[in-house]
């Protein structure tokens, strides 16, 4: 069943997107990385992570910056079945997003 599609070109038309996982787990949200430093695709590249309303028509409902360096970016992203997202950076480490609803969602 089709359900409909979303253009991700947030940071750049056509270069840098990743991975896309399911955050919780029926599948409604979903978490998009983006594999692009700013060394080669510019300022704020793979900087963030977003999140996508799967639950109907696909939406872009939140993004979450990460805490970087410069060239850095995110990489692998898995989450747990309490919607806490833990996601690898190329040279800082690992960072917790927590997605579930409450006052810490996004952060």
């Known amino acids: 069943v089709y359900i409909g599609q ?9 270069d ?9 787990p029926a599948g ?3 978490v ?3 594999h692009c430093s700013d060394v080669f695709c510019g ?23 990460l805490p970087l360096t410069k060239g850095s970016f995110a ?4 989450c747990s079945n309490t919607s806490v ?5 190329t040279w ?3 960072v917790l997003v927590d997605a579930h609803e409450g006052p810490n969602q996004y952060q």
């Open 16 to 24: 840098g997107l990743g991975q896309v996982r399911n955050v919780d």
């Open 75 to 78: 990489r692998d992203v898995a």
């Open 92 to 94: 800082d480490g690992i």
């Open 28 to 30: 409604l949200l979903q």
């Open 6 to 14: 979303l253009h991700a070109n947030w940071e750049n038309a056509q």
């Open 85 to 89: 997202c833990a996601v690898s950076l």
């Open 43 to 65: 300022k704020n590249h793979g900087d963030s992570i977003y999140f996508v309303d799967a639950s109907g028509t696909p939406r872009l409902t939140a993004k979450a910056r």
């Open 32 to 34: 998009v990385t983006w």
